[in-house]
Structure formats: C-alpha cells, structure tokens
C-alpha cells in the first residue's frame, strides 16, 4: 500500500469514528479532507483573486484557506471546532509560506460573524448548510460567492455546479452568489 493509500484509509476510518483529533469535541461532521483537485475547483468556480477575504466553514486541515493564498493570492480565515484541526492548518501554513495572509482559529459556526468574508467555502452537510443559509443571508455583502463541496444549501438552487471525478468518485462544487437585498 503507498502513503496516499494509507492516509486515505485513515481518513475514512476517521470518518466512521466522528472524525476528531480532540478527545471531548463533538462534531457535527466527520473531518473528511477535500481532495487538492476539488479544491482547485472550488476556487476556480468562485473566481478567487487577489484581495478576497476567503472564509473556510470546518477548515479542517487548511487546505482551501492555504490554496487560495498560495495559489490565487487571497487572505482567508479557516474555523474549526476541532483545536487539533486547527493546529494542523497552522503547521500547514507555516511550511506553505502563507502563514502572514491566512488566520486559523477554534471557532463555534453559529457563533461567528462572516461580513468580512468576499467568499465562503464549505464541506459540511444539507442539514448545516441549510441552517447557515439564513445567517449567510442576513450577513454577508451582495456579491459575496459561496462554494460547497458536495452539499447543496435547502431549496437555494446553486447559480452553478460542476462534476468532478477523483478516481472512482464523483465529487460536486455549487456555487452561490449573495443576491441584492
């Protein structure tokens, strides 16, 4: 078995034990990473450019809140509910040399205020992002774009999605745009 093998069994079997580094946490989703090709996506169809602020829902890791700043030259602020998440996504940052664009912190979803975000990333469920709909809504600028790995957001039909292999699965991105109030 070669590494990526391994950490892929890992990863699933950690989704299957609720997904979390900190024993005492609840999650309300499994930690299961997004694939580097699906974020590359998420941020392509959010159009990520230099000067967006980048906010990742359950960051996990970092990757997306790294990726944009590596990649596209964005800030971002990654939030988890998971300490053990949170310290990976800095060790991440700190060896991709983006450490001074991106911020990571412990962060409750419902207890956290998204205005300054230009674009919201999200892998979380149905169910969550159905509930965050409102609070999206009520919070963030018209024009703001906000892109969900796999999961639709209630009855908001996406303005678009995409389809996207990753060996023998298929993974979706949908893409909102805030509505003028």
């Known amino acids: ?14 989704a299957l034990l609720g997904g979390c580094s900190t024993p005492g946490v609840k ?12 974020v590359a996506e998420m941020l392509r169809l959010a159009a990520v450019r230099p000067g967006d602020m980048v906010y990742d829902l359950g960051c996990g890791d970092g990757r997306i809140v790294i990726a944009a700043a590596k990649d596209f030259g ?11 998440r949170i310290a990976e996504a800095n060790a991440a940052a700190r060896r991709a040399g ?21 674009v919201v990333a999200l892998y979380l ?3 969550l992002n159905a509930k965050l709909l409102p609070k999206f809504l009520a919070q963030l600028r018209p024009g703001t774009r906000i892109v969900s790995h796999q999961f639709r957001m209630g009855d908001w039909r996406p303005q678009e999605s995409v389809q996207l292999w990753v060996g ?3 993974h979706w991105v949908h893409l909102w745009v805030v509505p003028e109030r």
Request: charged share 20%; net charge negative; proline share 6%.
């Open 125 to 127: 469920n149905p169910e």
């Open 1 to 14: 078995m070669n590494r990526r093998t391994i950490l892929e069994a890992a990863l699933a079997a950690a």
């Open 74 to 84: 964005a800030r971002g602020v990654g939030m988890d509910i998971d300490p053990a």
């Open 98 to 118: 983006v450490s001074q664009h991106v911020r990571f912190a412990v962060q409750d979803l419902f207890q956290t205020d998204f205005s300054e975000a230009s």
């Open 27 to 38: 999650l309300d989703v499994p930690y299961v990473s997004t694939p580097d090709s699906v």
């Open 168 to 170: 023998t699965l298929d």
